[in-house]
């Protein structure tokens, strides 16, 4: 399956979605495109430069979240290979995209591709900081790891990074995106039952990346040598690492 274009999806609970919102555009530097589809409820972080590889929706059931959009030439096809692969179908009723689960249990769709080819720049902030949401990471339950890197090395074909882990980092699996992609994807081995998804951010200044967040209030929840964890205004967790903001690495 080639996968033409990746999107992170957050899925934001209806009581916040306008804060979270509001946060999220901030962090990314984006604007918020016109709302779209039947309820209004799905809008795009339109970025300065490039085509948007961040989304919002709103929902009206259950805590949200974070999903990958796999954007390929025909998505039925698509979605047929992930089935293949192990994934769960779980909404093929819409003529544009399908919802599925991968073997772990995580949601994700597969979409028509519109175009999409040029990756955004990052941002030059005020100060030292040059950043960019630039990866997606995926905490797996030991149990499910194996069978998940198997999923989504099949299914994307990506290249798994050989490079050494940061010090501080758990033993991930990351895969190197290709050209021109404008996420990473990385599963991580957790003792959680659940698979969950969050956003990281390669920042040149962690420092001064994470003292703009706090200004929108974010918080530090866990700060290590070479990446800090933090939450967002309403506790969903993200990551900022010392990573290069143009290269991912």
Known sequence: ??????????????????????????????????????????????????????????????????????????????ADECVRAGAVLTDASDPMFAALRTPAGLPFCVNEWKGEAVRSRPIR????????????????????????????STVTGWTIDAAPPQSDAPASTRFLRDDPL????????VDDEHTAAQVSLAATSVADEVARHEDWGATVIADATTSVVMADPVGRRYRITNRNPRSGR
Do not use: C
């Open 1 to 78: 399956m080639h996968i033409r274009w990746l999107t992170a999806f957050f899925d934001f609970p209806a009581p916040q979605f306008g804060d979270e919102v509001t946060f999220w555009r901030a962090i990314a530097g984006s604007t918020v495109s016109p709302p779209r589809g039947s309820n209004k409820e799905f809008a795009s972080l339109e970025p300065f430069n490039g085509d948007p590889h961040l989304r919002v929706q709103r929902v009206n059931d259950g805590p949200g979240g974070l999903h990958l959009d796999l954007h390929v030439s025909d998505h039925r096809a698509g």
């Open 125 to 152: 902030w005020p100060g030292a900081s040059i950043s960019i949401i630039d990866e997606v990471l995926i905490t797996v339950p030991h149990k499910a790891f194996d069978a998940e890197v198997a999923f989504f």
């Open 182 to 189: 404008p996420l990473s994807v990385v599963l991580t081995p």
